[in-house]
């Protein structure tokens, strides 16, 4: 059986399947589309893929024989999961493995936007600070704020625990009611009481600009927005006027609606902190994420002992 993958694979996972006697194929620097092309998938069983890689029905139809896709991450809108649960194709992601390095670069950029902590740097950086002032760089204080964690997942839970240790009061919204204290029903509600909102919720087609133009109004011009979800869940236009406009304090992201581009109204807005997309970038959880999709894909194809279910992708 052939496996395609797309991505280096750190940690133990590329000597596991290397390991596995399976016929495994490294795209290296070709991309999947070429791979495509160049009839690359034509043996293919299983994929290792990233989030960067878009599955869809031209791969399922270049790849006949292809009945696993693994992918290293939990968030599996780059595949058309649909369609490849009508040809009987399972997906495999790798939920809870980057819960808590996602949770503190969250935290990250809440400290960062609320305490202004970029345009601080960049200043010292470019040799503009003239040095202490009373009144200087003065940013929000996280004791006695309130937190809307939109998304009460594994990740969402996370920062709220992180929050919690800084002294905030944690709020929530999710899609069903979680019975737990601190729910607010109404996401409108809970942007209207929250100092600052941290967003955790996948990218569906309900979930699309989700945070749009009205909704950042509702938002305390003193607020904060921290999105480490997904990019296409803001509305980047209507965010960048926000900050232009002075009606939203800061915002930390680390994704954007159309990776790698951002946004260019967005790199000029003050208050902002910017991070390429590193929510899960460290050496242990990367690791682990590889370890987990090929595992994952292992026991899929019957080359590992099923005593573990596969992290099978939840239904858009």
Same mark, same amino acid.
């Given at each position: 059986?052939?496996?395609?993958?797309?991505?280096?694979?750190?940690?133990?996972?590329?000597?596991?399947?290397?390991?596995?006697?399976?016929?495994?194929?490294?795209? @290296?620097? =070709?991309?999947?589309?070429?791979?495509?092309?160049?009839?690359?998938?034509?043996?293919?069983?299983?994929?290792?893929?990233?989030?960067?890689?878009? $599955?869809?029905?031209?791969?399922?139809?270049?790849?006949?024989?292809?009945?696993?896709?693994?992918?290293?991450?939990?968030?599996?809108?780059?595949?058309?999961?649909?369609?490849?649960?009508?040809?009987?194709?399972?997906?495999?992601?790798?939920?809870?493995?980057?819960?808590?390095?996602?949770?503190?670069?969250?935290?990250?950029?809440?400290?960062?936007?609320?305490?202004?902590?970029?345009?601080? %740097? #960049?200043?010292?950086?470019?040799?503009?600070?003239?040095?202490?002032?009373?009144?200087?760089?003065?940013?929000?204080?996280?004791?006695?704020?309130?937190?809307?964690?939109?998304?009460?997942?594994?990740?969402?839970?996370?920062?709220?625990?992180?929050?919690?240790?800084?002294?905030?009061?944690?709020?929530?919204?999710?899609?069903?009611?979680?019975?737990? #204290?601190?729910? =607010?029903?109404?996401?409108?509600?809970?942007?209207?009481?929250?100092?600052?909102?941290?967003?955790?919720?996948?990218?569906?087609?309900?979930?699309?600009?989700? $945070?749009?133009?009205?909704?950042?109004?509702?938002?305390?011009?003193?607020?904060?927005?921290?999105?480490?979800?997904? @990019?296409?869940?803001v509305d980047e236009a209507a965010?960048?006027?926000?900050?232009?406009?002075?009606?939203?304090?800061?915002?930390?992201?680390?994704?954007?609606?159309?990776?790698?581009?951002?946004?260019?109204?967005?790199?000029?807005?003050?208050g902002v902190t910017v991070l390429?997309?590193?929510?899960?970038?460290?050496?242990?959880?990367?690791?682990?994420?590889?370890?987990?999709? =090929?595992? @994952?894909?292992?026991?899929?194809? @019957?080359?590992?002992?099923?005593?573990?279910?596969?992290?099978?992708? %939840?239904?858009?």
């Amino acid at each position: 059986m052939g496996v395609l993958v797309t991505c280096p694979l750190p940690g133990a996972a590329g000597e596991c399947l290397a390991a596995s006697g399976l016929d495994v194929d490294h795209l @290296g620097d =070709v991309g999947l589309d070429e791979a495509v092309e160049r009839g690359r998938l034509d043996g293919v069983h299983g994929i290792v893929c990233t989030l960067t890689d878009r $599955i869809d029905a031209r791969v399922f139809d270049a790849a006949p024989h292809l009945t696993a896709i693994a992918t290293v991450s939990v968030g599996h809108d780059h595949i058309d999961t649909e369609l490849a649960a009508r040809r009987g194709i399972q997906v495999i992601t790798t939920p809870g493995a980057l819960d808590d390095a996602t949770a503190d670069l969250a935290m990250l950029l809440l400290l960062a936007a609320s305490r202004r902590s970029t345009e601080a %740097e #960049a200043d010292l950086r470019s040799g503009r600070w003239s040095g202490w002032d009373v009144d200087q760089y003065l940013g929000m204080d996280l004791a006695g704020a309130t937190l809307g964690v939109v998304g009460w997942g594994r990740i969402g839970r996370a920062v709220a625990r992180r929050a919690e240790a800084f002294g905030m009061d944690v709020i929530h919204h999710g899609r069903r009611a979680t019975g737990e #204290a601190g729910y =607010v029903a109404d996401l409108d509600h809970l942007l209207a009481q929250s100092d600052a909102v941290s967003l955790h919720v996948p990218s569906t087609p309900d979930t699309h600009h989700l $945070i749009d133009e009205r909704r950042l109004a509702l938002l305390r011009p003193t607020a904060v927005l921290v999105n480490t979800a997904r @990019g296409s869940v803001v509305d980047e236009a209507a965010l960048a006027d926000a900050l232009h406009d002075r009606r939203l304090f800061g915002a930390g992201l680390d994704v954007f609606e159309r990776e790698p581009v951002v946004h260019p109204r967005l790199l000029t807005a003050p208050g902002v902190t910017v991070l390429p997309h590193i929510g899960s970038a460290t050496i242990r959880t990367r690791s682990r994420m590889a370890e987990m999709a =090929v595992d @994952g894909l292992l026991t899929s194809l @019957g080359v590992l002992p099923s005593n573990s279910t596969p992290h099978e992708s %939840e239904s858009p």
